[in-house]
């Protein structure tokens, strides 16, 4: 079964951390481009950060920049979003997103729920 599946999300402080996971089944992460989407409630869903197929490029958005960082594990076919530094306007469900631009294959994780509060 091709799949993306999220965890890591919950219930933080402002100023806190967490570190988001996006793992992959059936198919070989790195061999995609990869982005953490995120939606809050009202909102439209907006791109956070994305890392190239071979992890040479990274981007962020400006809100999140010097505070969020995305990474891979090929090892264990996980994409991570580290968080810190979090802000009320942080608070939404975080989506995973794979990209093949080759064969234009796209996957979309379930979510995960990220409330900054206190």
């Known amino acids: 079964q091709l799949q993306l599946v999220e965890s890591g999300g919950g219930l933080v402080q402002p100023g806190g951390s967490l570190k988001l996971s996006c793992t992959a089944s059936?198919?070989?992460?790195?061999?995609?481009?990869v982005s953490w989407f995120r939606q809050a409630p009202g909102k439209e869903r907006e791109a956070v950060s994305c890392?190239?197929?071979?992890?040479?490029?990274?981007k962020y958005v400006d809100s999140v920049k010097g505070r969020f960082t995305i990474s891979g594990d090929a090892a264990k076919n996980t994409v991570y979003l580290q968080m810190n530094s979090l802000k009320p306007e942080d608070t939404a469900v975080y989506y995973c997103n794979a990209h093949n631009f080759g064969s234009s294959l796209n996957y979309w994780g379930q979510g995960t729920q990220v409330t900054v509060s206190s």
């Open positions: 890392i190239s197929r071979v992890g040479n490029f990274r």
């Open positions: 059936g198919f070989t992460l790195a061999s995609y481009a």
